[in-house]
Structure formats: C-alpha cells, structure tokens
C-alpha cells in the first residue's frame, strides 16, 4: 500500500448496513429537544445520514393537526430509523413497526428495542430474541438494541439482524462504556455492524467505541441533553470521526515501562 492509499482509508468512512452504504457513523435520536427547530439544527451539525425516532411517540403525519418530525428530518435528506421505544413486549413491537411500515409506505430499516421495565429501561432479551425472530420473518430489516451479552449478540447475528446494538450503559444514564470487554468480544465475533447504543454521555465516550472497532454509536440524550446541543452534536461529529481514524491507524502497545522518544545512539555524552 502507497502512503497515498494509506492516507485515504485511513479517512474513508463508508460502511454498510442492510444493503446501503453510509459515510456518517453517527447515528442521532430525535426526543429530548426543547422544540423542532433545535432538532433540526443539531441533527444538521452532527452529520448524521440516519436518525431514529420513536414511532409511539413522534407525529410523522397520523395526527394532522399536530407538527410533523418529517418537516425538520425530510426522508429525501435522512434514511429514517422508525424504533420501537416505549414497547415492553414482542407483540407490541412487532406491531409498531408494521405501523411504521404503513406510514412510511412500505419502509423496512427498523430499530427494535424490547425494554425489560421503566426504571432501568434494561432490554428484556427474551421477548426481544421473540420479536426480532418475527420481525425478519416479516421481511424488516432489524436493526437489534441488546444487552452486551456476547451469546445474545451472536444469536441475534445468526438468525438475521443486519445490526446488532449493545448497550454502553443504561438508557440516558450518560455513565459511557461501562463493560468494555463485553463490548469488545461482540465487536471481534461479529461479522454485522455492531453499534453502540445507549449510554453515552459525551464525545470521549463515542470516541472510545469507535477506537474500539465499533461500526457506529447511536445516541439521543447526549446531545439533547447538553447544554448547548448544536455544539454537543458538532463535537460528537469529530468523536466519532477521530476515533474511528485511531481504530484504523491503530494504537501503540501498552508498556510496563517508559520508553523514550528520542535514541540512545549518537546522543552527545556531557
């Protein structure tokens, strides 16, 4: 490989996910804003091509009286990520994404996310093995938010996911990555994108699962949350693109001892 080449995949940030290419490994939420305005304007700075948002939740035209998410995250612009927030069972699930199928006619990338209950917001792996399983039955493109169990994550890979998502910790907790070696064993068996998603709380954080080998973070409050989240989502941006440029470079050895910069030999004797 010439310096030339090596220069340029260093940069290149294309991936794949159920057959679509994206340049952005960024994936952003579309909750938690003061009003529609600023989520336009965050999801803008953060460069993001795909944005989800809950279909439980969000207007995107079956109330037609009230403002509708499309307007600030046009489809024409954003591959749209319709997730099932708020479902705390396969049925439920199921049945919001052929919701989310109808009104977008005929859309098929979903998010499933199956919560084991309200406080800690955990998944419930079970109906969530349930639900995915029926789901990619049904011709969905499933986009999977998991714990970070390892044999969960292959399970969901072998029967179909086209993404599996563990969590870095608990939803909109922003406590980071709090089981990297979990994180990492997922990201070493898997053969899908594997994306962080939960948990984080600022740009070192998505740094890290990038550094990691991480195909992308999807995140909401960290960015809505932020003081200033315009900014939040710019930084974010350059998070995500450092890291994964450090995961592509790779990192020196860790040592025991220090090491100095400069050589022994020739050095001028005093």
């Not at 994206?22 to 579309?30: A, D, E, K, M, Q």
């Not at 169990?149 to 086209?162: F, W």
């Not at 699962?209 to 900014?231: D, K, T």
């Not at 440029?245 to 400069?262: D, H, I, N, V, Y």
Request: one cysteine or more; charged letters at 20%; hydrophobic letters at 45%.
């Amino acid at each position: 490989m010439t310096s030339a080449q090596a220069s340029a995949s260093s940069v290149d940030q294309a991936w794949q996910i159920a057959g679509r290419t994206f340049h952005s490994r960024l994936l952003v939420g579309t909750g938690k804003y003061k009003d529609f305005t600023e989520t336009g304007e965050a999801i803008q700075a953060s460069g993001a091509e795909i944005v989800t948002f809950a279909v439980r939740r969000a207007n995107i035209g079956q109330n037609a009286d009230a403002p509708n998410l499309l307007d600030v995250v046009s489809p024409d612009r954003y591959t749209l990520l319709p997730n099932t927030a708020g479902c705390y069972n396969a049925r439920d699930a199921v049945r919001t994404c052929q919701l989310a199928r109808e009104l977008l006619d005929g859309h098929s990338l979903v998010k499933l996310e199956v919560l084991g209950d309200e406080s800690t917001l955990y998944p419930n792996v079970v109906e969530t093995l349930k639900a995915a399983r029926e789901l990619i039955d049904d011709g969905f493109d499933v986009m999977v938010y998991t714990s970070d169990d390892p044999i969960v994550a292959a399970e969901l890979e072998s029967m179909g996911a086209c993404a599996v998502m563990p969590l870095g910790s608990l939803i909109g907790s922003g406590h980071g990555i709090l089981n990297p070696y979990n994180l990492s064993l997922i990201v070493e068996n898997a053969k899908v994108p594997v994306l962080v998603d939960a948990g984080i709380g600022t740009a070192s954080d998505a740094a890290l699962a990038m550094e990691m080998g991480c195909a992308g973070v999807l995140m909401n409050s960290a960015i809505a949350h932020a003081r200033q989240p315009v900014l939040m989502a710019q930084a974010m941006r350059k998070a995500i693109e450092a890291g994964r440029e450090a995961f592509l470079a790779g990192r020196m050895p860790r040592k025991l001892q220090g090491e100095a910069s400069s050589p022994n030999e020739g050095r001028i004797q005093a």
